[in-house]
């Protein structure tokens, strides 16, 4: 098994729509995405998101 890479670009979507699909909404974000294991700084970037 390898180990993955340190910082690779990553995509992410997400959307909603109405049930007869005629309005909806979707967002596409691009960007690089870094493997994070510190835990002093993944509370840091968490902000109110993680109980400790």
Do not use: F, I
Not at 3 to 20: C, F, I, M, N, W
Not at 23 to 48: P, R
């Amino acid at each position: 098994m390898t180990s993955p890479p340190e910082s690779v670009v990553k995509r992410t979507r997400a959307g909603a729509r109405t049930p007869d699909l005629r309005t909806g909404w979707s967002v596409t974000v691009v960007g690089h995405a870094n493997l994070m294991t510190d835990v002093t700084e993944l509370v840091d970037v968490s902000g109110t998101w993680l109980e400790t």
